[in-house]
């Protein structure tokens, strides 16, 4: 018998997707997906939701430093932008003249 709950949903962007996020207090912003985190459904994107952590003097910082980071959202709240019109676009999945399953804009219909 399979078990249902070990298997993990497809989602609809990947690493190296611009992104457009659609909620929370980076609305509106457009950036590169850099990580898909699969099992926590979060995607860290270049320049949203920028973090500090304050490091403690070390040998190679004498004087310690405030390192600023990327952190993650939620992947609900990104929308991917379609390539030929340069909007956000929900995806769908459909087969391509090879007869694999590819992504596809539902706006312009146009494979991504």
Known sequence: MERKFNKQQ??????????EVI?????GKRGV????IATKQ?????GVNIMKKHVKPSAQTPQGEIREFPGSIHISNVMVVDPST???TRTG????????LQRFSKESGKFI
Not at 10 to 19: A, L, M
């Open 10 to 19: 497809k989602q609809h962007v990947r690493s190296g997707d611009t992104v």
């Open 23 to 27: 909620a929370g207090n980076a609305k």
């Open 33 to 36: 997906i850099t990580e898909v």
């Open 42 to 46: 979060r995607v860290v994107v270049d």
């Open 86 to 88: 340069g909007k956000p």
């Open 93 to 100: 999945r459909k087969e391509n003249d090879k007869g694999k």
